[in-house]
């Protein structure tokens, strides 16, 4: 079902079409194997397609060859040519099966290529009753008998094999349809990637975080252990309390209902203690501000209170 044609890059290239018969007696290389598709092995179509990028062809593929294809999973490619596409469809499976038949290992198998990107317009004797002829631009299989043979396969020279735009089979027959593949692979693909980025993100943050510490400790001379700086940070956090319990006593005493004519004669602090004295308008008002003290103050009580000549003395305990 084939037939080698020559050795090209240190690859043997065969040539697959279902009249070609190995000759008897022909050793299978263990080198690398190109494969070029007659047109028995696959559809093709030149189109123009209403597309800028290549890879944007995979969705219209489909519906192009659905008329001309037998229903399965077929695999396709596109070739941008000037303002069209050359088209092709094809059956992994069945190519395979063809050269496994025939004693080709599958994992020698490079690359496959096909026919109509591979030869020139000159008709070209397949040397088993059949002929690839370019009829208005399309490579075609026909018999021998019907045209005029301009060459024999076994006669090209290596340098007239155009082997590019190959593709690699798909050794495995998929049980998933490829566009549930891709519905699920993309947001998979999306999330990995936003994944990713708060990975990378984090990794800066927590380097930002180790070389403030790193600046912080060295500034302030901080130690080195876990421990001791816990000690430091308990104190000072006492410290702080302290004061912003002091600043709240203040502002009460300060927010009193004093008269116009009433004022702070006295008003001393010391660790646990404070005492505030009271020039008072009336001896009445010292209720108003017992009152107040005892409604107001949230840090410190009331120890104890006293008039005398009109001079109101409050002792707090802090």
Do not use: C
Not at 40 to 54: A, D, H, N, V
Not at 238 to 257: D, G, H
């Amino acid at each position: 079902m084939f037939q080698w044609l020559s050795s090209q890059k240190d690859y043997n290239v065969i040539i697959l079409d279902k009249n070609s018969i190995l000759p008897k007696g022909t050793v299978l290389s263990e080198k690398k194997i190109n494969v070029v598709l007659s047109p028995s092995y696959y559809w093709f179509i030149e189109k123009k397609l209403p597309i800028k990028f290549t890879f944007q062809a995979k969705e219209y593929l489909p519906s192009i060859f659905e008329s001309l294809t037998p229903s399965g999973k077929l695999s396709y490619l596109a070739i941008p040519k000037g303002d069209t596409f050359w088209l092709f469809a094809y059956d992994d499976q069945k190519i395979i099966k063809a050269l496994e038949d025939n004693g080709i290992n599958i994992s020698n198998v490079e690359k496959i290529y096909f026919a109509q990107n591979v030869f020139s317009k000159d008709a070209i004797d397949l040397e088993n009753d059949y002929s690839l002829v370019d009829i208005k631009g399309t490579i075609t299989r026909v018999p021998t008998a019907l045209v005029n043979v301009q060459k024999y396969l076994s006669k090209i020279p290596k340098n007239e094999f155009d082997l590019t735009n190959g593709v690699n089979l798909k050794r495995y027959k998929s049980f998933i349809d490829e566009k549930i593949l891709y519905k699920v692979f993309i947001p998979l693909s999306l999330l990995i990637l936003l994944y990713a980025v708060e990975i990378v993100k984090l990794w800066h943050i927590n380097k930002n975080l180790s070389e403030q510490k790193e600046k912080i400790f060295s500034q302030y001379n901080l130690p080195s252990t876990t421990f001791q700086n816990r000690s430091i940070l308990e104190r000072l956090e006492n410290i702080y309390k302290k004061q912003k319990n002091i600043r709240e006593f203040i502002s009460v005493v300060l927010s009193a209902p004093y008269r116009s004519n009433e004022f702070i004669k006295l008003f001393s602090l010391d660790k646990n203690s404070a005492t505030l004295r009271i020039k008072l308008a009336k001896i009445s008002d010292a209720d108003i501000f017992k009152n107040y003290f005892e409604q107001r103050l949230s840090v410190g009580n009331i120890k104890s209170m006293s008039v005398n000549s009109s001079i109101l003395t409050v002792e707090f305990t802090l």
